[in-house]
């Protein structure tokens, strides 16, 4: 990936980022949008929504810098378990998906409740498999585990600030932005690197290792026959 690559990533990711968090506020903080309807106030209606833009690129960032955490954490962690690393990132996934639930529920004192954390976590472990799934399919297999790793493991761990505010609203914010930020992110890796699915090199092996032999026993020929002539 080049650097022309590596700024337009961030600045796309920036502007998903924006946009989600813009989007995601007119659901959590619908009712500061309707104090400034009734009475219309177009500044304060501006106001709010810049406010919530710039919530949105702050997530963005925070997401970004997770994201090339993971892509050292990845390489770190094949270079240390080699064929262990996705067992690890596995129990890594459960560990993560368990503190979702045990950490939030104890630092409210129980404000919120208990199958509601439970809910939510399951929410972002199906999502995680739904885009570790895409993923898999527009790269290769061995994709899907390293995948759902960042999507439920680096993504908790981004969430960790809106977590302790206590504040629903903000928290939920930050969650959807994050998950935003990351598939896009994610989806959008193989296709700066050129690292996607090659059909002849992954789908039909044999048949690609077939032609280059014809090709070299050709070439074998085409070399052969002036001597022999």
């Known amino acids: 990936m080049n650097t022309r690559k590596l700024v337009g990533l ?52 925070i997401s970004q810098a997770g994201f090339f955490s993971y892509l050292f954490i990845n390489q770190f962690g094949l270079s240390l378990f080699r064929s262990f690393w996705p067992t690890v990132q596995l129990l890594l996934v459960a560990f993560a998906l368990f503190d979702l639930v045990y950490f939030p529920y104890k630092g409210m004192d129980g404000e919120i409740a208990l199958y509601l954390l439970i809910l939510m976590a399951v929410g972002i472990l199906i ?68 690292s996607g699915t090659n059909t002849a090199s992954i789908h039909g092996p044999g048949k690609q290792k077939g032609k280059n032999v014809k090709q070299s026993k050709k070439g074998s020929q085409k070399k052969v026959s002036p001597n022999k002539a």
């Not at 399919?137 to 759902?148: G, K, N, Y």
């Not at 600030?161 to 939920?172: H, K, M, Q, S």
């Open 127 to 194: 999502y995680g498999l739904i885009i570790s799934w895409i993923k898999a399919s527009e790269t290769h297999q061995r994709a899907f585990v390293p995948a759902l790793f960042l999507m439920v493991v680096m993504t908790a761990i981004e969430w960790i600030p809106g977590l302790r505010t206590g504040e629903v609203d903000y928290a939920a914010l930050m969650i959807l932005t994050l998950l935003a930020c990351n598939t896009y992110q994610l989806l959008i890796l193989h296709r700066l690197t050129g």
């Open 10 to 61: 961030f600045f796309k990711t920036l502007l998903v980022g924006g946009a989600v968090g813009l989007f995601v506020s007119f659901f959590v903080a619908s009712g500061r949008y309707m104090e400034a309807l009734q009475p219309f106030d177009l500044f304060n209606l501006f106001g709010i929504a810049i406010w919530y833009v710039v919530y949105g690129l702050l997530f963005s960032v």
